[in-house]
């Protein structure tokens, strides 16, 4: 015989509550006592309820939908930012809808507003370069959907945001290069119009400075943070009549295509080359040797940002509209000391 699936008026019932009541406690609104809210999560677990979205949404004015809409090619940080937005959202009593878009195609802006329309979506996440786009953001207003830019330019657009501070992660990275003796040092750039590309980009330039060191035109290559990208960087690098003795890339899988190009140059990593990256992706610890990294706290960043939005939904106020979340250094075997006998 088939199981009769309990209802919300069912838990209700039993932890004698209203039915409204037992609502809030499903949706995670937080003006229920803990007492109540015990009693009722307590009913749910004896009676084995499990809430859908259509039910929940039935009752009041909201989906329970959240968007995370992107265009980044890079896809270990795509994976961690799920991981983190959809961790987070259950969390939240939320589900979230993943949506890739291409930021340069005219239509973008009309498929956003059709999802937006279509699948009544309670709130956006907007990770770059989506963030920094005036199109997105005019579509979300004009919608009155609420959203959080995850790695926005700090200057751009206003609202809520959550991200780490890229100028001073990279400039910490390029300090640790120069403290191991290293005067020529190339640098590979992300993706072209990203706010975290730019940023990465004056933080390495501002530390060379600093350190008093030539920022070679050679030196800097513009990558879109794809291995091919860091593959390509290492063998122009490398042609060069005196290559530098490291480089640093704006991620890890452009690192990683550096290291591929050192190797068939007949290099060695580290002894003949230092190559650094950023965001501490796995495959910063996959490759051999393992890279020196930044790692930025992707997943914790995409969860920030959830929780952020969902209190702009239930009208809790944030107290602060942009979040800066901290990064580390993390050493490992792809840099070294530069040896005062090396001939590059």
């Not at 609420?146 to 001073?168: N, R, T």
Request: net charge neutral.
């Amino acid at each position: 015989m088939n199981e009769k699936k309990s209802t919300l008026a069912s838990v209700a019932k039993l932890a004698g509550v209203s039915i409204k009541t037992a609502s809030r406690v499903v949706r995670r609104e937080r003006n229920v006592s803990e007492k109540t809210r015990s009693n009722v999560e307590a009913a749910i677990r004896k009676l084995s309820y499990r809430p859908s979205i259509a039910a929940r949404a039935a009752v009041g004015t909201r989906s329970y939908l959240i968007g995370l809409v992107f265009d980044n090619p890079n896809s270990d940080y795509i994976v961690d930012l799920l991981r983190g937005a959809i961790h987070q959202a259950r969390e939240e009593g939320y589900h979230l809808i993943v949506e890739p878009v291409r930021s340069q195609h005219d239509y973008m802006v009309h498929d956003l507003r059709r999802l937006i329309i279509q699948s009544n979506l309670d709130g956006v996440l907007l990770p770059p370069p989506i963030c920094d786009s005036p199109d997105v953001l005019a579509v979300l207003k004009e919608q009155k959907t609420p959203y959080v830019k995850i790695a926005s330019s700090e200057s751009f657009g206003g609202g809520l945001s959550v991200g780490m501070d890229d100028v001073s992660a990279a400039a910490t990275m390029t300090r640790h290069l120069a403290d191991l003796g290293h005067t020529n040092i190339g640098f590979v750039q992300g993706r072209e119009g990203t706010s975290t590309t730019s940023r990465r980009l004056e933080g390495f330039q501002s530390a060379m400075q600093e350190r008093g060191l030539a920022i070679k035109p050679e030196y800097i290559y513009e990558g879109d943070y794809t291995f091919k990208a860091g593959l390509l960087a290492g063998e122009q690098f490398f042609k060069l009549a005196s290559p530098p003795s490291a480089i640093f890339a704006s991620n890890d899988e452009m690192a990683a295509g550096l290291a591929m190009a050192a190797f068939r140059s007949g290099r060695s990593v580290p002894d003949d080359i230092s190559i650094a990256g950023f965001d501490d992706s796995p495959i910063s610890r996959m490759i051999w040797p393992p890279l020196t990294t930044i790692r930025q706290p992707i997943q914790a960043i995409s969860q920030k940002a959830i929780s952020l939005l969902i209190n702009e939904l239930r009208q809790i106020g944030n107290e602060d509209s942009v979040v800066t979340l901290h990064f580390d250094l993390i050493t490992r075997g792809s840099t070294a000391r530069l040896e005062p006998d090396m001939s590059y």
